[in-house]
């Protein structure tokens, strides 16, 4: 229970800004019906971004996790499983995890697979038994959409659950190339417009000594890592592995 008014503060900025997420994706879901990648923004200049993105960011996750027939692996954001039921083709069991109903519903239509489950829930909610046989977990395009206490929060839970070996955020857009992807006074402005509106374009922009900051008060470590250069995200944004200190 919050109980200054600075933490009940917090947590209000948290609900409002996951109710218009939530919102956010739910209407994506309907207003791109025909588009799976366009349902979770996976697009360039509005249109739809090539199949080798996808290839290439399934690629990265699996060699950084060095996933293997035997793990059990969590998609944490999972958005209609473009990349869950990809990943999901080299390791045991997969568990996808959205909070959009709708965006979950078009998961279990068109990326179903025998072993892989989708469930609705709030990511930064999900409590230690989620994760009770999980091995690796991955986070991919997402992070922007989490408040700091939320991730925080998140983390906690993954570093108390000691059969979780390594979890692999990926896409985290970078605070300090903020002004590389809004790159003219136009661009900045409609960036500024939104965040006073209170309707992020993108979400939180994390500079690595921010994300460094939340991860190791939560006990763990972070190694970052550019994204393949071939990715045209690799631009203006960075992955991290994260994994318990070594003792
Ligand atoms: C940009 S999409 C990425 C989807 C998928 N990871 C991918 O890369 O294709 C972001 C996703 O995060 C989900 N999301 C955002 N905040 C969430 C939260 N707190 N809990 C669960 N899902 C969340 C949205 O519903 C959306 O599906």
């Keep these: 229970m919050p109980t200054s008014s600075w933490e009940r ?10 109710h218009y997420w939530k919102n956010y994706y739910e209407a994506n879901a309907d207003k791109f019906a025909d588009s799976l990648m366009k349902q979770v923004d996976r697009t360039i200049n509005g249109a739809e971004e090539e199949q080798s993105e996808i290839d290439l ?3 990265s996750l699996r060699q950084v996790l ?7 692996v969590a998609d944490l954001c999972c958005g209609n499983g473009l990349l869950t039921r990809a990943v999901a083709c080299g390791v045991a069991t997969m568990i996808g995890v959205d909070f959009s109903e709708k965006l979950i519903a078009c998961a279990n239509r068109f990326n179903a697979a025998s072993n892989v489950r989708y469930v609705v829930g709030d990511v930064s909610k999900l409590d230690g038994s989620f994760f009770s046989s999980v091995t690796k977990v991955f986070m991919e395009s997402s992070v922007q959409h989490l408040e700091s206490d939320e991730l925080s929060r998140l983390l906690r839970t993954l570093g108390s659950t000691p059969n979780i070996e390594a979890v692999f955020i990926g896409g985290v857009p970078d605070a300090d190339r903020l002004s590389v992807y809004y790159d003219d006074d136009r661009k ?8 006073a509106e209170g309707r992020p374009h993108i979400g939180t922009w994390w500079s690595q000594p921010q994300l460094q900051k939340v991860v190791e ?3 763990l470590r972070v190694r970052f890592l550019p994204q393949d ?5 690799a631009y203006y944004r960075y992955d991290c592995l994260i994994e318990r200190p070594s003792r």
């Excluded at 060095?66 to 059990?72: H, R």
């Excluded at 900045?188 to 965040?195: H, I, L, N």
């Design 57 to 59: 960011t399934v690629e």
């Design 188 to 195: 900045m402005a409609f960036y500024r417009q939104r965040e």
């Design 66 to 72: 060095n996933l293997d027939s035997t793990d059990q």
């Design 9 to 18: 503060g917090r947590t209000k900025i948290e609900k409002v800004m996951t």
């Design 217 to 219: 008060d939560s006990g």
């Design 229 to 233: 250069a071939r990715l045209t995200s």
